[in-house]
């Protein structure tokens, strides 16, 4: 069965402090996306990865960066933690999309994060 | 980049249908996604078209029509279950299968 592990279902952070959020995808996918998702706002996209070490940035990419140093593996980080960025953070996995794939994204559970 | 529409909520009588409208203008297109969220959990697949028509999954059926960006969910004999929200995402034509969601409709059965 497809899995998308996030490392903590529930963080709180203080203002200014770095902060890691994981996600792990047992599906050998080559896309992995990072969404912030706040009440009236939708699933917002802030950075995705098509390949190991390769990064683009979404729609909300200030304040924050990525690493994908491992297929697998894909991390979310604040660099510099504010108020602002407490929301429920998701993650996705989705196989290469050539031509007409039916592929969807897979989500892991969130990661609601405070920051105070 | 993508621009959808949906509304932002409708209720429903358990046993009813219902349609969930989506509206889309975008600047590559290959193909679209219903997702289903409920509160507190992470968004599951429920349906995908690229090719204009219906395609219809056991109580669960979607539309797409192309040349005027348009889908619909139809949902059928609605349970109390099918409370949630219902969202919207167009794919691109990049490698990574980029997606823009719609803000999501919350749908409320009633008994």
């Known amino acids: 069965d497809v899995k998308v592990t996030q490392s903590s279902r529930y963080l709180v952070k203080r203002t200014g402090e770095k902060v890691f959020l994981e996600c792990v995808q047992d599906?050998?996918?080559?896309?992995m996306f990072w969404y912030r998702q706040d009440p009236g706002l939708g699933l917002r996209l802030i950075y995705f990865s098509y390949d190991v070490k390769m990064k683009e940035k979404g729609d909300i990419p200030e304040g924050y960066s990525v690493s994908r140093e491992k297929k697998e593996r894909f991390s979310l980080i604040l660099e510099s933690a504010s108020t602002n960025q407490t929301s429920m953070y998701l993650c996705a996995s989705s196989p290469r999309t050539g031509g007409y794939s039916n592929q969807p994204q897979h989500f892991g559970d969130g990661t609601r994060l405070s920051i105070l | 980049g993508q621009n959808i529409d949906q509304p932002t909520e409708m209720t429903a009588t358990e046993g009813a249908i219902v349609q969930i409208n989506c509206t889309y203008q975008t600047s590559g297109f290959n193909g679209l996604f219903w997702y289903q969220q409920h509160a507190g959990e992470a968004p599951t697949f429920l349906s995908y078209n690229v090719l204009d028509g219906l395609e219809e999954k056991g109580r669960f059926s979607s539309f797409l029509s192309r040349s005027k960006g348009y889908s619909y969910l139809l949902l059928k004999e609605l349970q109390m279950k099918d409370s949630a929200s219902y969202l919207c995402?167009?794919?691109?034509?990049?490698?990574?299968?980029?997606?823009?969601f719609g803000d999501g409709t919350t749908l409320t059965v009633k008994p």
């Open positions: 995402a167009v794919r691109d034509r990049t490698n990574a299968g980029k997606s823009t």
């Open positions: 599906m050998d996918h080559e896309n």
